[in-house]
């Protein structure tokens, strides 16, 4: 098993040195030193004094509810996030989570953890217009669970690398749970602007066949996605509830973690907590879509899907496990779902974190200071997939 410990200073620091030459590689050397020169008046004056005046000046049952339970690390790094999110063009958020960035940090992890090779193998692998990270303990063994992942970053940024961390650890403790050789396929889309919608669902689709051919049995399937990876894996389902052979192809359950349900909703609102910012987070959706026109279509935006027939026939197997943070922008549309799935029949079980924001336990492996709050998210995961699919 590998679960590293939480991120130190230090590692802030190499994490930097690493970023610093890719943003000069892929960004206009003029845009950067434009986009610096704003956000100095925010990271030299409003950052400390909002730091300062809500977790020290300011009565705790009026604090932010994050605000209320996180450390001052995590309260520090979330409101940089929120302003990034908000400010940066995606084009430079883009390169902070991006491949030649975060591969070389998480192996600076390792190193500073003691392993200098991983118990947790991944390789690239080559699909027909697409690719993605093969994550298992054994090469040579069939896994006997497999959960096809897609990462988030609003269509406009993330990779599966940036995840690495925390798709092993997730191996790790399904190996843990007592299955033989559980493995993970982390899809790399290709990213908005390079490409827009249906790209990013053919290669979902690519990426899902290519695991069912690996498996043979979709029941031992798991499909799974955050936030922008979330609205894949939900349109991938609806996707494919209209085959006629969709009973033989249905995978065995799914879990989300903050899925973007509906791209454009007028209950995507800001909440004094998330580091989601609407404009931004709508911008992103309308890139996706690529006209406006798609936005209020189920095949771009599965929240729009209120079809409860449709989505019994779409549910897995085993149904949904949703893990989604009380204070995030995306709360309320989500909520809507979850509320038609059941009304129609739909298995499914949610965690909704009190307190938390978007995409919990994700953060909180990065963030955490304790290992049990680090592996909370991940604990849960395991936890409805191991009742969902059974250990062989």
């Not at 590293?4 to 620091?13: F, H, N, T, V």
């Not at 902070?96 to 692998?125: C, D, E, K, N």
């Amino acid at each position: 098993m590998m679960i590293l410990g939480q991120i130190s200073y230090l590692d802030c620091i190499v994490f930097l040195l690493c970023l610093a030459p890719q943003l000069l590689i892929h960004v206009n050397i003029f845009e950067l030193v434009f986009c610096v020169f704003k956000a100095l008046p925010f990271f030299f004056f409003r950052l400390p004094y909002s730091f300062i005046l809500e977790r020290f000046f300011t009565l705790k049952k009026h604090r932010s509810p994050f605000v209320k339970q996180a450390s001052p690390f995590q309260d520090f790094v979330i409101r940089c996030v929120r302003y990034a999110f908000a400010r940066f063009p995606a084009n430079i958020g883009r390169v902070f989570f991006s491949q030649p960035v975060a591969l070389p940090f998480f192996r600076f992890r390792m190193l500073r953890h003691g392993y200098t090779q991983s118990p947790i193998s991944w390789r690239q692998t080559r699909l027909e217009n697409t690719h993605g990270v093969w994550i298992t303990p054994s090469e040579s063994q069939k896994p006997d669970i497999v959960i096809f992942y897609c990462h988030g970053g609003g269509f406009s940024m993330g990779s599966s690398y940036f995840y690495l961390e925390f798709l092993v650890a997730w191996v790790s403790l399904l190996k843990e749970a007592g299955y033989q050789n559980p493995a993970i396929f982390a899809l790399e889309y290709t990213l908005v602007p390079d490409a827009a919608y249906p790209t990013q669902i053919h290669q979902t689709v690519i990426g899902y066949n290519y695991v069912r051919s690996v498996v043979e049995d979709p029941s031992r399937i798991c499909v799974g996605g955050d936030s922008a990876g979330g609205t894949l894996i939900l349109t991938l389902l609806l996707h494919l509830a209209k085959r006629s052979d969709y009973e033989k192809r249905k995978p065995g359950f799914a879990t989300l973690i903050s899925p973007w349900t509906t791209l454009f909703s007028s209950q995507n609102r800001n909440t004094a907590s998330d580091f989601l910012d609407a404009n931004s987070l709508h911008r992103y959706g309308r890139q996706y879509a690529g006209s406006d026109d798609r936005l209020t279509d189920p095949s771009v935006s599965p929240g729009v899907c209120k079809d409860g027939t449709l989505w019994a026939k779409a549910s897995p197997l085993q149904g949904f496990g949703v893990l989604f943070g009380s204070e995030e922008l995306l709360g309320p549309e989500l909520r809507d779902l979850i509320a038609l799935w059941r009304k129609s029949g739909v298995a499914v079980s949610v965690r909704e974190e009190p307190g938390a924001i978007h995409a919990w336990p994700v953060a909180t492996l990065f963030l955490s200071d304790t290992q049990a709050e680090r592996q909370k998210g991940l604990r849960h995961l395991v936890k409805m997939v191991r009742q969902a699919i059974e250990v062989r």
